[in-house]
C-alpha cells in the first residue's frame, strides 16, 4: 500500500510539473515581451500572437517598439466598405499618362525587353500595369505597410471602427451588423497572414520593415504586390542578392512572373488576358483599362 502511495504521489508531481511546465509555455511569448517598452497597448496582444507563430520576440519589440508605428483606426473601415469596381479607371487613358508611360518604356527599353524575353510578358502590358498601380512609381503609398497591416490585423471589434465608418454604415440593422462583423473577422485574420509575410519578406531581403511604404491595403513596391505575393513570386532580377519590389528590374521581373504563372501565354486571346490580369486585381474594369493602356502605348 505505501509503495502504491509512493507511486502515486510520484506521478502526482509528475503531473504537476508537466501542467506547470505547459501553463509556462503558454505564457512565454507574452512573458519574453514583458521587458519590451515602447510597445502601444492596441499591438500589444498582436506582438504576443506573432510570438507565438514563432517570431524571435527580440525582433517583434524591436518591430513594434519603433516610434514609426501607430495604429491608424480608418484603415479596415475602407477594407470593408472598399468596391474596386467603382473607381474610375479612365484617368489611366488621358494623353498625358499614356505619353508619360511611352517615355518611361523608351527609358527602360532594355530592361522592359529582357524581362519580356525572359517570361514573355509583353513590355506594353507590363508598363501599363506600372501606370495603374503606381502612376510608374510616384505613388507607392502614403504610410508604412506594416502599420496598415497591423492596424487591419487588430481591428476585428466592429466598436474599434464604428465611428469611422460612412454614415450609411452607421444605422444597420442586426443582420446587417452581423455580416459586417463576420467580415471584419475575415479581414483581420487576412491582415494578420500578410503581416507575417511582410516580416519574412523585409527580414529575408535584408530591408529595413520601417521604411517599406505600402497602399491603403498594405501592398508594396512598384507592382504592388501583396507580401505573400512577395514571397511567392518575388524575383531577384538585377541578381543583387535580395527581392527589392522598389527597383525596376525586380518589380518587373516579379510582375512578369506572376502573370506567367496564371497563364499567360504567346498569342493568348484577349479573354485570356484578361482573364490573367484579373488574378493581379480581381476587377474587370482594370483588367480592360490595362489592356487599353497597353494598346495606346503601342499605337504611338
Not at 19 to 41: N, T
Not at 115 to 132: D, N, Q, R, T
Request: net charge positive; aromatic share 10%; charged share 25%.
Amino acid at each position: 500500500m505505501k509503495t502504491f502511495r509512493l507511486i502515486f504521489s510520484c506521478f502526482l508531481a509528475f503531473c504537476m510539473v508537466m501542467i506547470s511546465h505547459a501553463v509556462l509555455s503558454a505564457d512565454a511569448p507574452e512573458s519574453s515581451l514583458l521587458k519590451c517598452r515602447g510597445i502601444d497597448p492596441v499591438f500589444r496582444q498582436l506582438s504576443v500572437s506573432l510570438v507565438k507563430d514563432g517570431f524571435d520576440s527580440s525582433e517583434i519589440c524591436a518591430i513594434f517598439s519603433d516610434p514609426l508605428v501607430r495604429f491608424n483606426p480608418k484603415v479596415m473601415p475602407r477594407k470593408v466598405t472598399h468596391n474596386e469596381g467603382a473607381l474610375h479607371y479612365d484617368i489611366f487613358l488621358e494623353k498625358s499618362r499614356i505619353e508619360r508611360a511611352r517615355r518611361y518604356l523608351e527609358k527602360n527599353r532594355e530592361l522592359f525587353s529582357s524581362v519580356e524575353k525572359e517570361y514573355g510578358i509583353p513590355k506594353e502590358v507590363k508598363v501599363a500595369i506600372l501606370l495603374v498601380e503606381t502612376d510608374l512609381g510616384r505613388y507607392l503609398g502614403s504610410d508604412l505597410a506594416l502599420n496598415n497591416l497591423a492596424s487591419m490585423a487588430v481591428a476585428s471589434d466592429f466598436r474599434r471602427i464604428k465611428a469611422y465608418l460612412p454614415d450609411s454604415y452607421k444605422g444597420l440593422g442586426k443582420r446587417e451588423r452581423a455580416r459586417i462583423k463576420r467580415k471584419l473577422l475575415a479581414k483581420s485574420r487576412w491582415a494578420y497572414s500578410e503581416l507575417k509575410s511582410l516580416i519574412i519578406y523585409s527580414s529575408l531581403n535584408g530591408l529595413d520593415i520601417h521604411k517599406i511604404k505600402g497602399s491603403i491595403f498594405g501592398a508594396i513596391g512598384l507592382c504592388q504586390f501583396m507580401p505573400s505575393n512577395a514571397l511567392k513570386f518575388g524575383v531577384d532580377f538585377n541578381k543583387d542578392g535580395k527581392v527589392d519590389l522598389f527597383d525596376p528590374a525586380d518589380a518587373l521581373a516579379s510582375m512578369a512572373n506572376y502573370l506567367q504563372f496564371y497563364g499567360w501565354r504567346p498569342d493568348i486571346p484577349k479573354k485570356g488576358q484578361i482573364r490573367v490580369i484579373k488574378h493581379y486585381n480581381h476587377s474587370t474594369p482594370y483588367a480592360k483599362t490595362v489592356l487599353k493602356v497597353a494598346k495606346k502605348v503601342r499605337q504611338i
